[in-house]
């Protein structure tokens, strides 16, 4: 979930949501409330598992840079990267995903104490959830 930074009546933190419009024939119409998933956060993680797939099938470790450095040349980096201070722009462009759900949750979470470790005292918070229970078509727009 990509958090909005607000909360409504019924839970602290929600997803973002977006009205975007859809052309059907050549007539656009008006689609509100769809969840955002931007098209940097799923770029992470499939950059995210890609690395640890790799490097699982090479047997490399925490440290070894050239199977990181290949993929980044892929998916881009942000600025501040030890090995890329400046970021990177990537070789693929993905467009952001906005999904109209099937049903929102939510749940119950208790705030740690970075300290100690242990629960905060009075420190209760709800997150609201987005479900979506259908494949999902991600397109790339160029390599």
Same mark, same amino acid.
């Given at each position: 979930?990509?958090?909005?930074?607000?909360?409504?009546?019924?839970?602290?933190?929600?997803?973002?949501?977006? $009205?975007?419009v859809?052309?059907?024939?050549?007539?656009?119409? !008006?689609?509100?409330?769809?969840?955002?998933?931007?098209?940097?956060? #799923?770029?992470?993680?499939?950059?995210?598992?890609? !690395?640890? $797939?790799?490097?699982?099938?090479?047997?490399?470790?925490?440290?070894?840079?050239?199977? $990181?450095?290949?993929?980044?040349? #892929?998916?881009?980096?942000?600025?501040?990267?030890?090995?890329?201070?400046?970021?990177?722009?990537?070789?693929?462009?993905?467009?952001?995903?906005? !999904?109209?759900?099937?049903d929102? @949750?939510?749940?119950?979470?208790?705030?740690?104490? @970075?300290?100690?470790?242990?629960?905060?005292?009075?420190?209760?918070?709800?997150?609201?959830?987005?479900i979506?229970?259908?494949?999902?078509?991600?397109?790339?727009?160029?390599?």
């Amino acid at each position: 979930m990509f958090g909005s930074g607000f909360g409504d009546s019924q839970a602290d933190m929600t997803p973002v949501k977006e $009205h975007i419009v859809c052309y059907d024939g050549g007539k656009g119409v !008006i689609k509100e409330s769809l969840t955002l998933l931007p098209a940097s956060s #799923i770029k992470g993680a499939i950059l995210h598992r890609s !690395i640890y $797939h790799l490097n699982l099938l090479d047997y490399k470790f925490i440290g070894d840079s050239d199977t $990181h450095n290949n993929l980044i040349t #892929i998916f881009g980096t942000q600025k501040g990267n030890k090995e890329f201070l400046d970021g990177k722009k990537g070789k693929i462009l993905m467009s952001d995903l906005f !999904i109209e759900v099937d049903d929102e @949750r939510v749940f119950e979470h208790v705030a740690i104490d @970075r300290f100690r470790g242990g629960a905060k005292e009075g420190a209760l918070f709800q997150e609201k959830t987005s479900i979506y229970n259908k494949s999902i078509n991600l397109d790339i727009l160029s390599l």
